[in-house]
């Protein structure tokens, strides 16, 4: 009942520091992050001091959470009795304006990854980090990995420079949807742009909370612009942001397209419906009603059992206790959201099962 044998779609192994990329660098970037003392990108992510960034009972003193494979096995792999999780390794490679050093960094995320994460445990599988600023690089970088039957989606950020709907990022969706990949949008930023769409807020709390404005408008970019008419198999996860917003999210999509439909011609079906069959949300975080009792009156509201993935967002401080499936999370749904919407989601996993 706690998601034993279930899949973790949400799981974040955190880089110890740059020190630990280096061998994956080639000769030119190692140098120039050693002479000029760079000495990394964590504070664009997520500052691991916070008592957000993981449970008392998932830190091992002063050290980064996550940072252990170990831990990691005991407290999420056994402790939840998991048959796979997949890591989304979050870095601040889509900050960097430099397009040639954030692609090298992402290489070296992904080979850091491979060697110290998905070959010393068979459980786990990954995400493909990629600088999304230099289109011509993310596609290079998927080519790259996706013979790599462990990676099983394309890694994205919300707060990004621009809605990811747009055509500048299609290359990235053509060879996701090309190799069975799909894509995920996570929680998090690059610091280029205000974000919310009134400005820079004065607190963390305020930003965090603003990452589902900036999910809803990529979802609406991907339904306008026309993304999953041109790639009708890719299928996008929306990572740690959320999920009982959507029925109010769905309910004015459609208002609003009745209303002005003529601009987009393409999009000749209501977004919910559009949304419902290529979009699937992370559990974690729930944020669900005051009272439990209220919990399957929201789940109803989104209409499909099939949106949500089974996630912990290890090792973030999401929930307490053993059972990462708020109170009042309809026992019957449990077995679908852990196992069934995961496979089916993620086209490499049905592999495994085939």
Known sequence: MNGAGGIDCDVHPALPGLSALLPFLDD????????????????????????????????EGDAKPGASLERMRRDLLDGFGLQLAICNPLYGVEALHNPH???ALARAMNDWIAAQWLDRETRLRAAIT????????????????????RFVQVLLLAM???PLGQRRYWPIYAAAERHGLAVAIHAGGTARHAVTSNGWPSTLIEEYASNAQAVQAHLLSFVHEGVFVKFPRLRLVCAETGFTWLPNFLWRANKTWRGVRAEVPWVDRPPAEIIRAHVRFTLQPADPPPEAA??????????SDELLLFSTDY????????????????????????VDNPRATYARLMEEVA
């Not at 140098?31 to 830190?59: K, N």
């Not at 090792?315 to 959201?337: C, K, S, T």
Request: glycine content about 10%; some cysteine; charged content about 25%.
């Open 294 to 303: 209220d919990f399957a009156d929201a789940l109803a509201q989104l209409g």
């Open 315 to 338: 090792p973030h401080w999401q929930f307490d206790g053993a059972d990462p499936f708020p109170e009042g999370f309809p026992a019957n749904l449990r077995g679908r959201v852990a």
């Open 160 to 162: 990004n420079a621009a």
């Open 28 to 59: 030119y970037w190692r140098e120039q992050v050693t002479v000029r003392g760079i000495g990394g990108l964590d504070l664009l992510c997520f500052p691991h001091r916070l008592p957000a960034f993981g449970r008392p009972d998932w830190r």
């Open 130 to 149: 990629i600088a999304s600023q230099d289109t011509e690089y993310a596609v290079e970088e998927i080519e790259r990995r996706a013979g790599d039957r």
């Open 101 to 103: 050093f954030a692609a």
